[in-house]
């Protein structure tokens, strides 16, 4: 399991690789600099790139077309894909002791080591909840490349690759994917459901396919970002733990800067779908949401078995605009138990989140061989709830999960061809002929 490294410690407590990342994006207010970080990887086992047994990082030079299907002077379409044998940056060396920990923000080669250590991290925390997830493109590859470039404005995932282009005035900056912790660990996502759960036949990608995909992906990250301990104390302290209100008022995204963390506080329904959808990422927002719910009700029942917080609290959790009502009482209520002590709402969120991720893990695994639907995710998710806690938690999923429609509300047609962000059915989904989809 990666952990986070206590600058005051001595090197010898530490047996695994040493780097630095951005847990939140490097431009946004109160994020300084990148954080040391150890990965679950030994110490002299990762070559320059970084490159380790299960992916490496290239910093690719005049790459301007995307990984997937490219056109020939025929006009064929041929596949585009890793390896990158074209220019590239000198990969980044570890030091004498075998870490990265030495390369600094400026350094162009900060990109690759930063891009590889997020995907690495990522992988290690859900393997520890999956299992070990073998590459749905390990008959083509044994290694996932990480590719960092600037001459692409996307970051996407696919056959073999995860490629990081540059995000061109977004909120007034241009900044590398490659910096983004949330982006990586999205597209990792898309890459373990894709590995457990296959790439499906054309006609097998729907609404549901989509919005499950990119839900998912998204709940990949955003357990990830809730397992880094910068990104964990800056939401208690900016909340005083009070994540349910937060998130059910609509107020998350003025307390955090993290971005999956935003998207995950919304009180989207599939209600709102009833008469079709135009965007997959949209239409993924009730899932990503109830599953942040399930995580943070997980977070007070416990806070509630300790004593640190009345139990009415959780009762308001039915009743939104009772809760809004409450919203000052309830501040007071969280405010005094924080400053008292900041360690019990610490455990248990990390609690909250291993619990939450065994879950999320089961439900993806259960999914196997199935033709993903919403209820079909319902049923998963119940049935992974109970090898996980034995129904301890199967009102929470089920209330969050019935609140937004899923599993019991239809979702109408596509409305109009999916926009150019849209990933799959794309590059994402492509298969070289004679490979398996799985």
């Known amino acids: 399991m990666p952990t986070w490294q206590d600058p005051g410690q001595k090197d010898a407590a530490r047996a695994g690789v040493r780097v630095r990342i951005y847990p939140q994006p490097w431009f946004l207010d109160g994020v300084r600099g990148p954080v040391p970080l150890t990965l679950d990887v030994a110490a002299g086992s990762v070559a320059p790139g970084p490159a380790c047994d299960r992916m490496y990082a290239v910093c690719a030079l005049g790459k301007t077309q995307p990984y997937g299907l490219l ?36 350094d162009p080669r900060f990109l690759a080591m930063h891009a590889w250590a997020c995907a690495r991290f990522a992988l290690d925390l859900w393997q520890g909840w999956l299992g070990h997830v073998r590459w749905h493109f390990s008959s083509f590859s044994p290694r996932l490349e990480i590719l960092c470039t600037d001459g692409l404005d996307n970051a996407q995932a696919g056959f073999g690759y995860i490629e990081l282009g540059w995000n061109r005035g977004w909120r007034g900056h241009s900044h590398p994917f490659a910096l983004n912790f949330d982006v990586i660990a999205h597209e990792l996502g898309h890459l373990l459901l894709f590995s457990l759960l296959g790439i499906p036949p054309a006609a097998w990608q729907d609404a549901a396919f989509r919005a499950i995909h990119e839900a998912m992906a998204d709940v990949v990250a955003l357990l990830a970002a809730a397992a880094l301990e910068p990104v964990v104390e800056d939401v208690l302290a900016r909340t005083c733990g ?3 209100l937060a998130n059910e008022l609509g107020r998350f995204a003025e307390l955090s800067p993290a971005d999956q963390l935003r998207e995950a506080s919304n009180s989207v329904s599939l209600a709102q779908f009833r008469d079709g959808w135009t965007d997959e990422h949209d239409l993924a927002l009730p899932l990503v949401g109830a599953f942040f719910d399930i995580l943070v009700e997980i977070y007070q029942i416990h806070l509630v078995e300790w004593g640190v917080i009345p139990s009415w609290v959780i009762e308001l959790a ?27 709402f610490r455990r248990a969120l990390a609690l909250a989140r291993t619990l939450t991720g065994r879950i999320v893990a089961g439900t993806i695994r259960g999914l196997a061989g199935v033709r993903l639907s919403f209820a079909s995710l319902v049923q998963a998710a119940l049935q992974a709830e109970r090898r996980v806690s ?13 609140w937004r429609g899923i599993g ?16 799959l059915g794309s590059a994402r989904t492509f298969v070289p002929l004679g490979m398996t989809r799985r």
């Open 71 to 106: 056109c020939d002077r025929s006009g064929r379409l041929v596949p585009f894909l890793p390896p990158w044998r074209g220019a590239s940056l000198p990969p980044p060396r570890p030091d004498a002791r075998g870490h990265f920990d030495w390369l600094e923000p400026d």
């Open 318 to 344: 039915d009743d939104p605009e009772r809760a809004a009502a409450f919203a000052h009482p309830l501040d007071e209520v969280f405010s005094d138990a924080f400053a008292r002590s900041r360690e019990p």
């Open 242 to 244: 009070n994540l349910y």
């Open 408 to 423: 019991t509300i239809e979702v109408g047609p596509l409305l109009r061809p999916q926009p150019a962000r849209s990933h």
């Open 390 to 402: 034995n129904g301890r938690f199967a009102r929470t999923l089920r209330d969050s999960f019935a």
